[in-house]
């Protein structure tokens, strides 16, 4: 069982726009910064967004986060087929002194 | 460009040890956080540990799943990260991922291509 909750799946067709919550503890998410991964079938995660909302280099603007008390959420508009992949958020927990991530969403682009 | 590059995964019996490194190239990596993240198959990631930057004193956390087991450790020397895999069990079957984490703002942002460690009789 994760620290971190999400749901295990979401699917949308292309073109439309899906959330993913994440949802948490004062001990992580409420305290602490909340990154997003993408792991695309077959490679290495990449980081999407970092300190809930913010999009590293070369990460297009359709996908987004944000964060409220503890929960957190990412967004992707405008899906594309290679959007499909799973999400996983991640943040540090203070109470584990450990980094912690979520279970993960798998997208569907139907 | 960020290069990290895992090493030293194989088959391995229940019960055995086994090291994996991790050589750093293009980053300031003595003064990086160097983490381990696993993957068991069809499974998410799962966060291990680190080792801090010797200018951060060079301690390590680790998740409490491995603690007493597994240990972090580094040599600047050579930009390595080790992670040393003792009593190994089979639910340690797994790609394990090297990375940096960056503690200011919580985030993992270079990734190596994972070794796979299988943990089997």
């Known amino acids: 069982q994760s620290v971190l909750t999400q749901p295990p799946s979401v699917s949308a067709a292309p073109g439309q726009e899906v959330t993913i919550s994440c949802s948490g503890s004062s001990s992580n998410i409420g305290n602490h910064y909340v990154s997003w991964y993408q792991q695309l079938p077959g490679t290495t995660p990449k980081l999407l967004i970092y300190e809930n909302n913010k999009r590293p280099s070369g990460i297009p603007d359709r996908f987004s986060g944000s964060k409220s008390g503890t929960s957190a959420t990412l967004g992707i508009t405008g899906l594309q087929t290679g959007d499909e992949a799973d999400y996983y958020c991640?943040?540090?927990?203070?109470?584990?002194?450990?980094?912690?991530f979520g279970g993960g969403t798998k997208l569907t682009v139907l | 460009e960020v290069q990290l590059v895992e090493s030293g995964g194989d088959l391995v019996q229940p019960g055995r040890s086994l090291r994996l490194s991790c050589t750093g190239s293009g980053l300031t990596f003595d003064d990086s956080y160097m983490t381990w993240v696993r993957q068991a198959p069809g499974k998410g990631l799962e966060w291990l540990g680190f080792i801090r930057s010797k200018t951060a004193g060079g301690t390590t956390a680790y998740a409490a799943s491995v603690k007493g087991r597994f240990t972090i450790s580094r040599d600047d020397s050579k930009n390595i990260a080790y992670l040393q895999m003792s009593s190994l069990k089979t639910e340690d079957t797994a790609v394990y991922f090297c990375?940096?984490?960056?503690?200011?703002?919580?985030?993992?942002?270079?990734w190596g291509q994972g070794t796979l460690v299988t943990v089997s009789s």
């Open positions: 990375s940096r984490w960056v503690p200011t703002i919580e985030k993992i942002d270079f």
């Open positions: 991640g943040t540090w927990d203070a109470s584990l002194t450990a980094g912690v």
